[in-house]
């Protein structure tokens, strides 16, 4: 369980990370960036932040040069809450896919939904020409 200094410290970093993104779209070929989770380490020096990225293709590679120009984000991060925290912590992205897995179960749900209604519509059909 994290502490209440984890918690806003990574409330802190997950809202500066996010307008940092936000600013700097051009850099990551104009994909939308959001920051979905940040969890920091209790010594607070290492964060993992997962990211939802939009358009999801080539996720791989947006990660990718996200993660080379990582020590460019912590700088612009280190600028931004310096005289809030003591160290700033290492920067690890990860991606977030989440989302792509609620989409996928929700498609599979409603696939499997119009193989019902089809097969009902199917038997209805049948005994009314039976009869």
């Known amino acids: 369980m994290a502490s209440t200094k984890q918690q806003k410290v990574a409330r802190l970093l997950q809202k500066e ?27 607070l020096l290492i964060a993992k932040v997962y990211l939802s990225i939009y358009p999801s293709k080539n996720n791989e590679n947006t990660l990718a ?3 080379e120009h990582a020590s460019e984000i912590r700088y612009e991060l280190g600028n931004r809450i310096r005289h ?22 929700d498609r599979l749900l409603n ?18 020409n039976d009869e």
């Open 17 to 43: 990370l996010g307008d940092i993104f936000q600013k700097k779209s051009k850099l990551f070929e104009n994909k939308m960036i959001t920051v979905t989770v940040v969890r920091i380490s209790p010594d």
């Open 111 to 128: 696939e499997d939904q119009h193989k019902d209604d089809d097969q009902n519509q199917d038997n209805g059909q049948d005994t009314k």
């Open 84 to 105: 809030q925290v003591r160290k700033i912590p290492e920067l690890n992205f990860f991606i977030d896919d989440s989302l792509d897995y609620i989409e996928n179960i």
């Open 65 to 67: 040069l996200i993660r």
